[in-house]
């Protein structure tokens, strides 16, 4: 497999940061994460660098977010929020005002506009932020652990440079703040394939949402049922997915990586194991197109961080089936279930979840070709 010129992006003053400790979002899975990569000498070589996001500046959070909360969100940081702050979702249970909130925030989601310009610039062909993937943020509005909403700002910044921009949302939950960033524009796609939004947050994300005006179409829904496992998740990615890429052609691609899919995350019910995600990246990969990544969701920590590493290895080309085992050797995963190297094992699939889950995911298939694929000439 060929090597392709990758960036990691992480700097250690993101540990300065963290969401309150009975918060399940952990900050502390993208250190865990480069902890990793850097054991098995994964962060250096073959075009691999590590790069340090920047703040991302005012003139670009701008592009998505509102003044009036922008400014609430730095003054609460700073401690002071009122009930307009309340309003716009800042400082409630999911989104709680912590320390330093606003420059975490703007440091986490400055990592996904630095891999939107090393894109750009052409310095990188695949570019990880594990400290991104904040899609539930609106432009003001607070939400869903999310403050700032890094993974529009990158599809922004791509799309004013007139590139195409494929937004895949893998996260468990709808990916709602950029499908509705989009949702009248034509050059940014975006598909998301979640849980059911009648059993999961944030209640969106349903087949007929599909865009409008100029964007019909160009606005893709996947809800999953309950249970679904890696070889029905697969089914409906290559159903869907795969013809509409190919349609639309992007210049590239914007991948939201949360890990909460997997089975056993805590906040969610589908039953994956990071086997798809080594074969979504490789199916976008035969796109020859560059990848901006980033994390977002996972709260399995162990399965997130690696299931992070994995995808690492196989954005930046390092990842080979055979040696895979031998490059893991020794190094301590943390976790008592397994240790036999970044991949999952496969999971044992019940009749019942045949019985129930590959039907209903056959007719989601149906229902999102019945509504998108005409409009793409499919
Ligand atoms: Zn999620």
């Known amino acids: 497999m060929a090597t392709r010129k990758a960036a990691f992006i992480y700097s ?32 250096s070589g073959d075009g691999r660098s590590e790069v340090a996001p920047r703040p991302a500046e005012r003139i670009v959070l701008k592009k998505f977010h509102s003044a ?10 700073e401690g002071k929020w009122d009930a307009e702050a309340m309003d716009m979702g800042i400082g409630t249970g999911d989104c709680p005002v912590f320390r330093g909130l606003y420059e975490y925030a703007v440091l ?38 999310c403050y700032i909403n890094d993974v529009a700002l990158g599809c922004i910044v791509l799309a004013e440079q007139k590139k195409r921009v494929l937004y895949l949302d893998v996260d468990v939950h709808h990916g709602d703040g950029v499908a509705y960033a989009f949702y ?28 409008s005006g100029e964007g019909k179409g160009y606005c893709v829904n996947v809800p999953l049922p309950v249970g679904t496992y890696d070889e029905a998740y697969m089914k409906a990615f290559e ?13 590239v691609f914007v991948l939201q990586l949360g890990a909460d899919a997997l089975a056993g995350d805590p906040l969610a019910h589908l039953y994956l194991t990071n086997n798809v995600y080594v074969e979504v990246i490789n199916h976008l990969l035969d796109f020859d ?5 980033t ?11 690696r299931a992070w590493a994995l995808a690492w290895t196989v954005l930046c080309g390092a990842y080979s089936e055979q040696e895979e085992n031998l490059a893991v050797g020794g190094v301590m995963l943390g976790n008592t279930e397994w240790q036999g190297g970044l991949r999952d094992r496969r999971l044992a699939v019940n009749d019942q ?3 129930t889950v590959m039907p209903a995911v056959e007719a989601v298939i149906g229902s999102v070709k019945a509504k998108v694929f005409a409009i793409h000439g499919l």
């Open 295 to 305: 994390g977002g969701g996972g709260y399995n920590i162990e399965n997130t961080v």
């Open 184 to 211: 009248k524009r034509r050059d940014v796609m975006t598909i998301s394939f979640h849980e059911n939004p009648r059993v999961l947050f944030p209640g969106t994300g349903f087949e007929d949402e599909i865009g």
């Open 68 to 77: 009036r909360y922008l400014h609430a969100l730095k003054t609460a940081s």
């Open 289 to 293: 197109r560059p990848i901006l990544a």
């Open 353 to 355: 979840q045949h019985k």
């Open 108 to 145: 986490a989601s400055g990592g996904t506009v630095v891999g939107a310009e090393l894109i750009l610039s052409g310095d990188a062909e695949a570019a990880f932020n594990p400290s991104g993937g904040f899609h539930h943020a609106g432009p003001e509005r607070a939400s869903g652990f």
């Open 12 to 43: 250690t003053e993101l540990e300065r940061y963290a969401y309150p400790p009975e918060h399940p979002f952990n900050v502390d899975r993208a250190r865990k994460v480069r902890e990793l990569l850097k054991s098995m000498g994964l962060l």
């Open 239 to 251: 159903a869907i997915a795969l013809p509409l890429i190919g349609a639309f052609n992007p210049d």
